[in-house]
């Protein structure tokens, strides 16, 4: 296994068990704040607070304490299974939604987004309908998370404008997964487009995430042909015409020997510039843009290659030293 797969493991590891472990602490305060009783570091006054929390919430407060003076466990063991159940049906949802084929970048988007969807839904239903289970009023609940989720509204609008600008992003179609794109300078394939954000790796592997909503301005660079442009240089003293003869005669042969890099036969766009050491000639091809970096490396080797056969000098820089006569 190579390094770099190995890196990615470990991340990978590290990332599962750090959702682990925030999910455990989440279950940890439900289960406090829920039953005051189990606060046992807490005064009284606090675990009273706590019960008037609940009271207000949750629509009133069920003691964990059963009237024997034990604790109901069956509640939780109830709660533990919930939870393992909505995690068996998020891992299926996930299993079938990745067992779908598709052809299109469309496709590939809506599934990202769908499985973003189906993730937050999956562990809201799980918060709601645990607190159900350790006995809390739904109704109650589901108003007092409208309360909360108006309270928090207010100081997360940039959360609201990135869901609503991904939203927007799948919907108007200005990009999709495997797209090309061009962002502030920073040019790369779009991998995931989600809820709040958007990566984007470039040729180098590095991935830059993004808030959709600062995804304002961008060029979709797949929904338009590259250019592919290579500049070769030949010596004043060479034959220009036979160099122009060698280097069309080559590129008719680049479609056959490249069919999947250049669709179409690179054009020779004549002489570009008058230098101080050598003509400039300009050679182009159209190509996608994942193959633009590439296909300027093939058209510079094989200008080099058959102007070498053709015997015709490509000049590079020179310096003459002149040495004075002894005395």
Known sequence: MSSD???????????GAGKIIIACIIIVVLLLVCFPDLC???????KEALKLFNQTFLGKYIP????????DFMRLV???????GCWAVYRILM????LLKTKSRRGETLKGMACNVIRYAVVIFAIIFGLNILGADVLTVIAGLGILALIIGFGAQSLIEDIFAGIFILFEGRFYVGDIISVDGFRGTVRSIGIVSTQIADVGGNIRIMNNSDIRV???????????VSIVSIAYGADLIRAEKVINDMLDTLPGKYPEM?????RYMGVEDLSDSSVDLKVVADVHESNIYNARRILNRELKLALDAGGIEIPFPQVVVWQGKEK
């Open 64 to 71: 964990l304490r059963t009237p024997e003076g034990g604790f």
């Open 262 to 266: 250049f669709p179409e036969r690179p």
């Open 78 to 84: 109830a709660l533990v299974l919930m939870i393992a």
């Open 5 to 15: 797969n190995k890196e990615k493991k470990v991340r990978k590891h590290k990332g």
């Open 95 to 98: 299993l079938l939604i990745g």
């Open 40 to 46: 046992f570091f807490l005064s009284s006054p606090q």
């Open 218 to 228: 961008l060029t979709n660079l797949s929904d338009v042909s590259s250019v592919a």
